[in-house]
């Protein structure tokens, strides 16, 4: 089955610097790349999501980029903001019917003023 | 915008007690995940359904069972509730690819 590795595990940065978080996933035929962003006892709100025929995509001060090839995909924050912190995730699926997410261990993501 | 429901919010139960977590998905959406995530960690995919047909099978205990309806919610039904269980559950609904998820319901097992 799937199986998606997520860097770091926690990010500490400064308001308005950026953030990169990186994850790699090893299914040559997952081709979906959803983000979720969680806070702390809620539930995970989409922020993004690739599809393989796209090699970036953005949206505001977020990005991401996918490298089929390699079997990675990268989650880009510019100027980031306090209300930024929280948990991110990183999943990956193929584009069935009712196809599962699979999860990154998440990135714990701190802005600091 | 309608989003995806789910109940209880909050669930107390006692070891070998059985659980009944509902969800209704975003209106129009056939589909419908079901998500265990502990304290932590990053949610666990359980179950799927697809036009009220069981779609996908993950780590879910045999003690578990779900079902869509024909008005498309979905329960799980938990039995034998061990303290092990104890996380947050949610349910997910999708027309195509992008999952929405729903608030959760925390399950404590004392």
């Known amino acids: 089955g799937e199986n998606v590795e997520q860097h770091p595990s926690t990010l500490s940065v400064q308001e308005g610097d950026s953030a990169v978080i990186k994850c790699t996933y090893s299914?040559?035929?997952?081709?979906?790349f959803p983000w979720y962003k969680q806070e702390l006892g809620k539930r995970p709100q989409l922020i993004i999501d690739?599809?393989?025929?796209?090699g970036e995509k953005k949206d505001q001060r977020i990005a991401v980029t996918l490298n089929k090839t390699a079997k990675h995909f990268s989650l880009h924050i510019t100027e980031t903001q306090p209300e930024d912190s929280a948990v991110y995730f990183c999943?990956?699926?193929?584009?069935?019917?009712?196809?599962?997410?699979?999860f990154g261990t998440g990135t714990r993501l701190q802005v600091t003023l | 915008a309608a989003g995806v429901i789910q109940s209880p919010r909050h669930l107390i139960k006692e070891k070998r007690e059985t659980a009944t977590l509902k969800c209704y998905p975003i209106?129009?959406?056939?589909?419908v995940y079901w998500y265990q995530q502990g304290p932590g960690q990053d949610p666990q995919f359980l179950i799927s359904?697809?036009?009220?047909?069981?779609?996908d099978k993950g780590s879910i205990p045999d003690r578990f069972s779900a079902q869509q309806f024909s008005d498309y919610h979905s329960e799980l039904n938990m039995s034998s509730l061990e303290l092990g269980d104890s996380a947050l559950y949610f349910c997910?609904?999708?027309?195509?690819?992008?999952?929405?998820f729903g608030p959760g319901t925390r399950l404590t097992v004392l």
């Open positions: 997910a609904s999708s027309l195509r690819d992008t999952q929405y």
């Open positions: 299914d040559s035929a997952s081709n979906y």
């Open positions: 690739i599809r393989s025929n796209v």
């Open positions: 999943a990956a699926a193929w584009t069935g019917t009712a196809s599962k997410l699979t």
């Open positions: 209106p129009r959406h056939d589909t």
């Open positions: 359904f697809y036009e009220k047909m069981q779609s």
